[in-house]
């Protein structure tokens, strides 16, 4: 066997070993795994199950291990996807005043593509964006009960990465 038929050999082993792999396929939203640009938190979505106000589910971990949990619903009167990021929630029924004050973070969650477009948070089954805007999320989180009460050092920043896809 000469050099080239070697690598022509090669060439082809490469191009059918590429062929025969198995796709892969875009990570869904609810299985995608976001960080932020300090590491100082992470975002993993997680299926929100059957549900008729809530779209999406999430968890937030800050960098000291504090967990705060989070979820979607989409507003009636103009279309968006309304985040929460609560802390220590109490079970049960709650009040408007009791859920006011486990909130760390309130607002719109806005993604963005490769090509720097601005587009809405997703439904779950569609394909999770490359990333994820939380706007004034520092700011809100140095006001909140997970920042002061657990004594966090370090607040994310607004934009966070696709890092990868839970299996």
């Known amino acids: 066997m000469t050099l080239r038929e070697g690598a022509s050999a090669a060439t082809f082993l490469a191009v059918f070993a590429v062929a025969a792999a198995p796709a892969?396929?875009?990570c869904p939203i609810e299985l995608a795994v976001f960080g932020d640009r300090d590491e100082a938190?992470?975002?993993?979505?997680?299926?929100?199950?059957e549900s008729a106000a809530v779209t999406n589910t999430f968890r937030m971990e800050l960098g000291d291990g504090v967990v705060l949990d989070g979820i979607v619903m989409w507003s009636a009167d103009v279309s968006r996807?309304?985040?929460?990021?609560m802390h220590d929630c109490p079970e049960g029924d709650v009040t408007g005043e009791e859920l006011a004050a486990c909130t760390a973070w309130q607002g719109v969650i806005y993604t963005a593509d490769a090509s720097g477009g601005i587009g809405l948070l997703p439904a779950e089954g569609t394909a999770a964006p490359r990333t994820l805007i939380f706007p004034d999320l520092g700011p809100a989180l140095r006001h909140s009960s997970a920042y002061r009460d657990q004594g966090s050092s370090k607040l994310p920043w607004d934009v966070f990465a696709l890092k990868g896809c839970q299996e």
């Open 81 to 85: 996807p309304n985040g929460m990021l």
């Open 24 to 26: 892969r396929a875009a």
């Open 41 to 49: 938190a992470s975002v993993e979505f997680v299926p929100t199950g």
